[in-house]
């Protein structure tokens, strides 16, 4: 409750800090001011000095200053030497002389040129306007070699740009510190949920700094052409062609996000609702496809079934065949994606509570009407989150469209053509940003759908059992068909294996040892870099991920639904602009990290949240808040109720969050392939190079050995963080 006491003191405080805030920021101001303009006296006097003594060559001098001073010019007096009244203004630039001329016989001017004239410098505190810009004007003299007699003035106009930029960044900091201040003193004084503020202000400014700063940038620079603001990089985005692109990439999206959702249901109902046999081994395949680079299953896929692949050219002999355009794109990313959502579905389905199911069955229901009146409506949360998730990772795609789109355009696609292949940074920002479009509709739609409903299966009440609604056919049937994916994914990634022992594969098939030695050694580097990366960013993600999750499904706060739409948005932004957007924004101060380490984890950790975020809202509204009450009623605090209560329950999410940052760090190609450098390389990036220069060989050694880092990384985790058994449930027909 605020009280009047505790709103008195937190303005007392604030107005105290401000008070030396602005007493800092002044004296620091002053103190880099008179440090710019000692440095700005001293280089113009040194350039005054180098008139020319000939008078052929002062106009050669004035064009001279214009190149070592950017966006300033200057005019000379020259004296004459029988009259020291009378002298002849030298000029080459017409603006310059404009401006001189319409200042000549002001005060500040007539000062500046007595000041000179007793051989003294002079700098203009009169704020003029120069080429749209601010800038000021300095005197100085000319003297002849002795340093007796004046023989000119050099007036220069120089930009108000010394020290402006630490002016800049000094009054960043400053305003920086008050707010952060007042945001942290607001927290302690007015607010009784502490940590709660302290994680909504934390999340804020990660949202502000890695996501609205540099989409802001890029946002920007859409409207910048040659520098000036101009309307022309949208006038071009928004045409026809584009507008098709968009359209193609809604449409991609649609069939993959629905296609993904149903195999990645099937897959996850078939480990963890019904009894077949071999889950172990399916959860573990069914988790391969996110484990290699995204477009190591289209180059198998090419390498296959392509207009000379091994089956349509080898074995059967197919003409007319082609697996390029929709239908190609649809398979690839549906066997890429399908992952997402069973990742997110099997956290779901595992912590169904299976009492109400049981109840349906015991009044006479049938199978199929407890399937779809009870089992599946209670995962719709789960379901949407993973439609959503495949959707937004479908539009951001641009490594398998550029490979397997053949005549079908897609934005992403475009986008990239534009930044890479056409060096317009601002063309490829704007079709990048118009995919945020159906992005944060779809986000938006989901979420209100799921706020109007309750799906709250845990209540803290044992039940550790589950009951298969499958009847023995449909299990029959969902094994065959979870079996059947299972060993087209195999064959799969049994070309991009076969291809580390092939020489060339596609021309010459015989059997060879020496890619892997070739690999590894010129691979090495890029292996550590990678692993060390990725190790970073998992923990923080995770960790980041629930806790966000948790402020979102349980608590109320102001502008809670924009800082959630803003943790999704990396999700859904092709990565293409999300590396432009960040070396835009992080490759000048105060936050200079291009070519860091860290611009790397923090791209990982923000680029993945989503996904954390996502899984961890689909569990947690299914746990009912009463068990997290009763922790604060027996004393537990917010940090208590979140290490003790959720995070157990949400375990499967968390798990699934910590895993999906390792192997997308792992595998990421389009934002970290603008943000990688000579110290921090990535496998990835590698692999893509081996891969454009037809080295497949290398690339499927490469490949291989980040599978197996990946899923031994997995195994790790599983032991690190231990499985409670809180939602470990016996499966009984």
Same mark, same amino acid.
């Given at each position: 409750?605020?009280? $009047?006491?505790?709103?008195?003191?937190?303005?007392?405080?604030?107005?105290?800090?401000?008070?030396?805030?602005?007493?800092? *920021?002044?004296?620091?101001?002053? @103190?880099?001011?008179? @440090?710019?303009n000692?440095?700005?006296?001293?280089?113009l006097?040194?350039?005054?000095?180098?008139?020319p003594?000939?008078?052929e060559?002062i106009?050669?001098? =004035?064009?001279?200053?214009?190149?070592?001073?950017?966006?300033?010019?200057?005019?000379?007096?020259r004296?004459?030497?029988?009259?020291?009244?009378?002298?002849?203004?030298?000029?080459?630039?017409?603006?310059?002389?404009?401006?001189?001329?319409?200042?000549?016989?002001?005060?500040?001017?007539?000062?500046?040129?007595?000041?000179?004239?007793?051989?003294?410098?002079y700098?203009?505190?009169?704020?003029?306007?120069?080429k749209?810009?601010?800038?000021?004007?300095?005197?100085?003299?000319?003297?002849?070699?002795?340093?007796?007699?004046?023989?000119?003035?050099?007036?220069?106009i120089?930009?108000?740009?010394?020290?402006?930029?630490?002016?800049? =960044?000094?009054?960043?900091f400053?305003?920086g510190?008050?707010v952060?201040?007042?945001?942290?003193?607001?927290i302690?004084?007015?607010?009784?949920?502490q940590?709660v503020?302290?994680?909504?202000?934390?999340?804020?400014?990660?949202a502000?700094?890695f996501?609205?700063?540099?989409?802001?940038e890029?946002?920007?620079?859409?409207?910048?052409?040659?520098?000036?603001?101009?309307?022309?990089?949208?006038?071009?985005?928004?045409?026809?062609s584009?507008l098709?692109? /968009?359209?193609?990439?809604?449409?991609?999206?649609?069939?993959?996000?629905?296609?993904?959702?149903?195999?990645?249901?099937?897959?996850a109902?078939? +480990?963890?609702?019904? @009894?077949?046999?071999g889950?172990?081994?399916?959860?573990?395949?069914?988790?391969l496809?996110?484990?290699?680079?995204?477009?190591?299953?289209?180059?198998?896929?090419?390498? /296959?079934?392509?207009?000379?692949?091994?089956?349509? $050219?080898?074995?059967?002999?197919?003409?007319?065949?082609?697996?390029?355009?929709?239908?190609?794109?649809?398979?690839?990313?549906?066997i890429?994606?399908?992952?997402?959502?069973?990742?997110? /579905?099997?956290?779901?389905l595992q912590?169904?509570?299976?009492?109400?199911?049981?109840a349906?069955l015991?009044?006479?229901? #049938?199978?199929?009407?407890?399937?779809?009146?009870?089992?599946?409506?209670?995962?719709?949360?789960?379901?949407? #989150?993973?439609?959503?998730?495949?959707?937004?990772?479908?539009?951001?795609?641009?490594?398998?469209?550029?490979?397997?789109a053949?005549?079908?355009?897609?934005?992403s696609?475009?986008? *990239?053509?534009?930044?890479t292949?056409?060096?317009?940074?601002?063309?490829?920002?704007?079709?990048?940003?118009l995919?945020?479009?159906?992005?944060?509709?779809?986000?938006?739609?989901?979420?209100?759908?799921v706020?109007?409903?309750?799906?709250?299966?845990?209540?803290?009440?044992?039940n550790?059992?589950?009951?298969?609604?499958?009847s023995?056919?449909?299990?029959?049937?969902?094994?065959?068909?979870?079996w059947?994916?299972?060993?087209?994914? +195999? #064959?799969? *990634?049994g070309?991009?294996?076969?291809?580390?022992?092939?020489k060339?594969?596609?021309?010459?098939?015989?059997f060879t040892?020496?890619?892997?030695?070739e690999?590894?050694s010129?691979?090495?580097?890029?292996i550590?870099?990678?692993?060390?990366?990725?190790?970073?960013?998992?923990?923080?993600?995770?960790?980041?991920?629930?806790?966000?999750?948790?402020?979102?499904?349980?608590?109320?706060?102001?502008?809670?639904?924009a800082?959630?739409?803003?943790m999704?948005t990396?999700?859904?932004?092709?990565?293409?602009l999300l590396?432009?957007?960040?070396?835009?924004?992080?490759?000048k101060?105060? /936050?200079?990290?291009?070519?860091?380490?860290?611009?790397?984890?923090?791209?990982?950790?923000?680029?993945?949240?989503?996904?954390?975020?996502?899984?961890?809202?689909?569990?947690?509204r299914?746990? !009912?808040?009463?068990?997290?009450?009763?922790?604060?009623?027996?004393?537990?605090?917010?940090?208590?109720?979140f290490?003790s209560?959720?995070?157990?329950?949400?375990?499967?999410?968390?798990?699934?969050?910590?895993?999906?940052?390792?192997v997308r760090?792992m595998?990421?190609?389009?934002a970290?392939?603008f943000?990688?450098?000579?110290?921090?390389?990535?496998?990835?990036v590698?692999? *893509?190079?081996?891969s454009?220069?037809?080295?497949?060989?290398?690339?499927?050694?490469?490949?291989?050995?980040?599978?197996?880092?990946v899923?031994?990384?997995?195994g790790?985790?599983?032991?690190?963080?231990?499985?409670?058994?809180?939602? !470990?449930?016996?499966?009984?027909?």
């Amino acid at each position: 409750m605020i009280t $009047k006491d505790r709103l008195f003191k937190f303005l007392l405080a604030l107005a105290v800090f401000a008070a030396a805030d602005l007493w800092i *920021y002044s004296t620091l101001r002053n @103190s880099i001011r008179s @440090s710019a303009n000692a440095e700005r006296t001293k280089q113009l006097s040194l350039l005054a000095l180098g008139v020319p003594d000939n008078p052929e060559y002062i106009e050669q001098w =004035l064009g001279g200053v214009e190149q070592s001073i950017e966006g300033g010019a200057a005019v000379y007096l020259r004296y004459s030497a029988d009259d020291p009244e009378l002298y002849d203004t030298l000029a080459v630039n017409e603006d310059a002389l404009g401006l001189w001329q319409s200042i000549e016989r002001t005060p500040d001017a007539e000062k500046g040129l007595e000041a000179a004239y007793y051989l003294e410098q002079y700098a203009s505190t009169v704020a003029l306007e120069y080429k749209g810009q601010k800038a000021r004007v300095f005197y100085a003299p000319k003297p002849d070699e002795e340093g007796i007699e004046l023989l000119g003035i050099a007036i220069f106009i120089v930009p108000e740009a010394a020290g402006g930029n630490l002016e800049r =960044l000094l009054g960043i900091f400053a305003l920086g510190a008050f707010v952060f201040f007042a945001a942290l003193t607001g927290i302690a004084k007015l607010l009784r949920d502490q940590i709660v503020g302290y994680a909504v202000l934390v999340l804020t400014l990660l949202a502000g700094v890695f996501i609205v700063f540099p989409l802001g940038e890029a946002f920007r620079l859409s409207f910048l052409k040659d520098g000036a603001y101009s309307l022309d990089v949208w006038t071009r985005s928004l045409s026809g062609s584009s507008l098709k692109a /968009l359209w193609g990439s809604i449409r991609l999206g649609l069939w993959t996000a629905s296609c993904s959702t149903i195999v990645g249901f099937v897959f996850a109902f078939a +480990i963890y609702r019904t @009894s077949m046999r071999g889950k172990r081994f399916l959860s573990a395949i069914a988790q391969l496809p996110v484990i290699s680079p995204p477009f190591s299953l289209t180059l198998s896929i090419i390498l /296959l079934a392509g207009n000379n692949g091994l089956i349509t $050219k080898q074995l059967f002999g197919l003409q007319n065949f082609s697996i390029y355009g929709l239908s190609g794109l649809v398979i690839v990313q549906t066997i890429g994606m399908f992952p997402i959502a069973f990742l997110t /579905l099997a956290s779901v389905l595992q912590a169904l509570d299976s009492t109400l199911e049981e109840a349906a069955l015991d009044l006479n229901a #049938s199978r199929w009407k407890v399937f779809s009146t009870v089992t599946l409506p209670l995962a719709v949360p789960g379901i949407l #989150s993973a439609w959503l998730l495949v959707f937004t990772n479908s539009l951001a795609d641009f490594a398998n469209p550029l490979l397997l789109a053949g005549n079908y355009r897609v934005l992403s696609v475009e986008a *990239y053509i534009q930044v890479t292949g056409r060096n317009d940074l601002g063309g490829g920002a704007a079709l990048s940003l118009l995919l945020l479009l159906p992005t944060l509709t779809a986000f938006f739609v989901q979420r209100n759908w799921v706020a109007k409903r309750s799906f709250i299966t845990v209540t803290g009440k044992p039940n550790a059992k589950l009951v298969e609604i499958a009847s023995p056919m449909v299990r029959r049937s969902l094994s065959v068909a979870v079996w059947a994916a299972t060993a087209f994914i +195999i #064959s799969l *990634y049994g070309t991009i294996v076969a291809g580390c022992f092939v020489k060339n594969w596609g021309i010459d098939y015989s059997f060879t040892l020496s890619n892997i030695s070739e690999a590894l050694s010129r691979g090495g580097e890029a292996i550590r870099s990678t692993v060390t990366l990725a190790a970073a960013a998992t923990p923080i993600a995770g960790i980041l991920a629930m806790a966000a999750a948790m402020i979102f499904v349980r608590k109320s706060f102001v502008g809670k639904r924009a800082l959630e739409a803003l943790m999704m948005t990396p999700f859904a932004v092709p990565g293409t602009l999300l590396g432009i957007a960040y070396i835009l924004a992080f490759n000048k101060t105060p /936050l200079l990290l291009v070519g860091t380490g860290a611009i790397i984890v923090i791209n990982y950790v923000i680029r993945e949240l989503p996904v954390g975020i996502e899984g961890g809202v689909a569990s947690l509204r299914q746990i !009912d808040p009463s068990i997290e009450e009763a922790a604060r009623d027996l004393g537990a605090d917010e940090s208590m109720v979140f290490r003790s209560i959720v995070l157990p329950l949400i375990r499967p999410a968390f798990i699934t969050s910590m895993s999906y940052t390792f192997v997308r760090s792992m595998t990421a190609v389009s934002a970290v392939i603008f943000l990688i450098s000579a110290r921090w390389y990535h496998m990835t990036v590698l692999i *893509y190079n081996f891969s454009e220069n037809l080295r497949f060989g290398l690339a499927s050694v490469l490949a291989t050995t980040l599978i197996i880092i990946v899923m031994s990384a997995f195994g790790l985790m599983r032991l690190l963080v231990r499985d409670s058994g809180a939602l !470990d449930k016996t499966i009984t027909r």
